[in-house]
């Protein structure tokens, strides 16, 4: 007798994904099916059609939470005889940060730059390389201050259950000198 296979891939090979990330699964099956997502420890299954893989982004499913994606076939061989394969995974906050510009520089030489980055989320670290800048274990609704800064660009990196964000942050001077 003759036994499909079904094996999830996923082309990120991890189990969590943070909010927003987006996230492709596929059997290694050439036969069609049908399939599922729903929301662990429920019943209610919603189907994702009947395509050869499966493209998400993890910001269209209702909550954080553990998800079940299922991909059910009848092998042709067997025709009243349903296979199923299943593959959890658990969506994640990822790290939110708002980055608000206070005040420009003057100039080059006059370092009157100043902006806040507010922690929206609870943060394992935040780091802004270029001002040597590490924190960790930041709390939500924290307010960090960055002051007295020259003109340049700014790589602030922040970190959630080993999920990095990176925001980029050009601090301009108001009035460049003329050469």
């Not at 991890?14 to 987006?22: C, D, P, T």
């Amino acid at each position: 007798m003759y036994h499909h296979r079904l094996i999830f891939k996923s082309r990120n090979q991890q189990i969590k994904f943070a909010r927003g990330s987006s996230f492709e699964l596929e059997t290694n099956t050439p036969l069609t099916g049908k399939w599922f997502i729903r929301k662990s420890e429920t019943s209610q299954k919603t189907s994702l059609g009947n395509p050869f893989n499966i493209s998400m982004t993890s910001s269209t499913l209702p909550e954080i939470a553990n998800y079940e994606v299922i991909f059910s076939v009848f092998d042709p061989n067997l025709p009243t005889c349903r296979s199923e394969r299943k593959v959890t995974f658990e969506i994640q906050e990822a790290s939110k940060i708002q980055i608000n510009l206070i005040e420009e520089p003057d100039d080059c030489a006059n370092p009157y730059g100043n902006f806040i980055i507010q922690a929206s989320t609870a943060l394992d670290s935040i780091v802004v390389s270029e001002l040597d800048f590490v924190s960790g274990n930041t709390l939500a609704g924290t307010i960090l201050n960055f002051e007295n800064l020259r003109s340049q660009t700014s790589d602030i990196r922040s970190f959630t259950n080993d999920y990095k964000i990176t925001n980029l942050l050009i601090l301009e001077e108001k009035a460049p000198q003329l050469a």
